[in-house]
């Protein structure tokens, strides 16, 4: 039965996990005395593992049908125009279900039906995808959830789901030359909102977001504190439990946005190179399930996955670091969070699921998946 059950299973992507969740556990364990931050994500780890593995010895191939696609984009688009009425406002964005102790974002499982529906509409016009009119159609999938997004307003996770499309656009073979063209409109656009529209609160709120560092008494302190952090691990850190940046609440967040930072000042140099090499090696192999991918849809449901993981890779340990804006994007199955742990995990199993019968679909089934039909 354990033959049975493990016998499709990617080890080296599963494991490579492994080190990453290790190390928000041991960053939470070593600061949390009252909170119990580590308890909760250790219960969050083990549900999404447990999904996981449902998922991943199941047959996802039903994902292809457009019906199914297109409920899941209806509603993922519902939580978020619900969520702008009934949410619950944390830190100046209404992003949250909340329902007693637990919290729910919508937007962590709504970037899953974002990759889903860009991955069905990629993969039905791959021929005739160079033509401009894709283009635009596709970008209206990933634009109406970013400007719901955008009112919450949550900056960071409208740039990763904005990333989405691009990244997905790039390999599905649109032409460059169009997205070029469309990345002028959106700057000229910009440009005129700037100098037209945005209020001065606004236009501080934006050169806050890209340049915290600039205020380090205000808006920059969570940036100038992680800096401080990072910086102060050296090589091998200070070691466990003696990291003072988080243990004296110097540095704030340090469950969530800079758990990074947290980690770092502990374990150094060395323990920040391991979580960095495990997503390198979660990343490799995500990229090698979408070469393998028996039809383009698996292929750009993968190549959406990295992107996502990514994303918030780049953005997080970015902003810890003190190269990037800081905002409310959480380090994939390492910071605190229900929402985005479950998130992570139901896209992992479906890539797992998907690993089961790669390159063995038959060619009608290729074909019927073209005409809307699989």
């Avoid at 150094?268 to 028996?294: D, K, N, P, Y």
């Amino acid at each position: 039965m354990i033959r049975k059950l493990s016998g499709s299973i990617d080890w080296i992507l599963f494991l490579s996990i492994i080190p990453i969740i290790l190390g928000g556990l041991a960053t939470m364990t070593s600061f949390d005395s009252t909170t119990g931050y580590m308890t909760k994500q250790l219960l969050w780890i083990l549900l999404g593992c447990v999904i996981m593995f449902l998922i991943a010895k199941s047959d996802v191939r039903f994902l292809r049908n457009s019906k199914y696609v297109a409920m899941a984009y209806a509603f993922s688009v519902l939580l978020l125009v619900l969520v702008l009425f009934f949410g619950k406002t944390i830190k100046g964005s209404r992003s949250w279900f909340s329902f007693g102790e637990f919290s729910l974002q919508p937007i962590d499982t709504v970037k899953l039906f974002i990759i889903l529906v860009l991955a069905k509409y990629f993969s039905r016009r791959h021929v005739e995808i160079a033509q401009i009119k894709h283009l635009f159609i596709s970008s209206l999938y990933a634009l109406v959830p970013v400007g719901l997004v955008l009112l919450q307003p949550d900056f960071g996770s409208a740039v990763i789901a904005g990333s989405l499309w691009l990244g997905m656009a790039l390999v599905s073979g649109i032409s460059k030359k169009h997205i070029a063209i469309v990345f002028s409109i959106g700057i000229v656009v910009f440009s005129i909102t700037w100098f037209t529209v945005f209020k001065p609160y606004q236009k501080a709120r934006i050169i806050n977001f890209i340049n915290p560092t600039a205020d380090i008494r205000g808006s920059g302190y969570n940036a100038y504190q992680s800096m401080i952090a990072v910086g102060s691990g050296g090589i091998l850190g200070k070691g466990f439990g003696y990291g003072t940046q988080s243990r004296l609440n110097f540095l704030p967040e340090n469950q969530t946005d800079f758990v990074f930072a947290a980690f770092a000042e502990e374990w150094g140099f060395l323990g920040a190179l391991i979580i960095i090499i495990s997503f390198g090696v979660f990343l490799w192999r995500i990229i090698l399930h979408a070469r393998r991918g028996a039809t383009n849809f698996e292929t750009l449901f993968c190549i959406g996955y990295a992107v996502l993981i990514f994303g918030h890779v780049m953005v997080n340990i970015g902003m810890n670091i003190g190269i990037m804006p800081v905002t409310g994007i959480p380090l994939p199955f390492m910071s605190y969070g229900g929402s985005h742990i479950i998130g992570e995990f139901i896209g992992l199993g479906i890539i797992l699921s998907m690993s089961s019968y790669e390159r063995s679909i038959h060619p009608e089934d290729v074909h019927n998946e073209f005409l809307g039909y699989a």
